[in-house]
């Protein structure tokens, strides 16, 4: 899987946009794009994933770039119950990889009232 | 439709004993994925697991460590002569067949392990 860069730590105003960005300059053309969040002491929850178009769920938007590089996850209105780890992974489709996933050092993002 | 429920969800051990950590993957999924998160450390992949099958235990350290999903009952992680180092919160995941969605996996709560 490739390799994903992500900022150790942002801060966002609660009710504003949290934008999180993830580089994953080496991705390949069969590879996806994930975002989990681990909030303290719990399991990592799903956020949402892509391929090359964006993509918007109840929870947020995945913004990914045209050249697949780069990607970022959009909180669109941050509450305090948003403070997490967020974690960006890149993954293949199928095969033996299926459900193996490489959680990074994440974005600790921590919400401000 | 309950999640994925993994227990005990705190269990102490004196070193040299053993551990059994147990998950109920979400209704209808058969497979399972345990992943082991170290103090400060990021989640890693230990085993995936389908109905009575081991598919990639690649992230299992060699020695002390066995999983198993049988036909019934819940997926089993064990750990024989618990050493401090094994101090861990290990977290089970499931997801449905087919490969669809490759990546979307429903974990636990976790399972806390102490090694005294």
């Known amino acids: 899987d490739a390799k994903t860069t992500q900022p150790t730590s942002m801060d966002c105003a609660e009710g504003r946009a949290a934008n999180l960005p993830c580089n994953h300059s080496?991705?390949?053309?069969?590879?996806?794009v994930y975002w989990y969040r681990q909030i303290h002491s719990q399991g990592p929850q799903y956020i949402i994933h892509?391929?090359?178009n964006n993509e918007t769920n109840e929870m947020a938007s995945l913004i990914i770039t045209e050249d697949r590089k780069s990607s970022t996850l959009i909180l669109p209105h941050a509450t305090l119950r948003d403070t997490a780890v967020y974690y960006c992974?890149?993954?293949?489709?199928?095969?033996?990889?299926?459900?193996?996933?490489?959680f990074g050092q994440g974005t600790i993002l921590t919400v401000h009232p | 439709n309950a999640g994925v429920m993994q227990n005990p969800r705190h269990l102490v051990r004196r070193r040299g004993q053993e551990a059994r950590l147990r998950c109920s993957p979400m209704?209808?999924?058969?497979?399972v994925y345990w992943y082991r998160q170290l103090p400060e450390e990021g989640l890693k992949f230990m085993v995936y697991?389908?109905?009575?099958?081991?598919?990639?235990e690649s992230g299992m350290p060699k020695e002390r460590f066995s999983a198993e999903f049988p036909k019934e009952g819940p997926s089993i992680l064990r750990i024989q002569q618990v050493v401090r180092g094994d101090s861990a919160a290990y977290f089970c995941?499931?997801?449905?067949?087919?490969?669809?969605?490759?990546?979307?996996?429903?974990f636990g709560e976790g399972s806390r392990l102490t090694v005294l």
């Open positions: 995941a499931s997801s449905p067949p087919g490969l669809s969605n490759t990546g979307e996996l429903f």
């Open positions: 080496t991705i390949s053309g069969n590879e996806y």
């Open positions: 892509g391929l090359k």
């Open positions: 992974i890149v993954t293949n489709a199928g095969g033996t990889s299926y459900g193996k996933l490489t």
């Open positions: 209704k209808g999924h058969s497979h």
């Open positions: 697991l389908q109905k009575e099958n081991i598919i990639d």
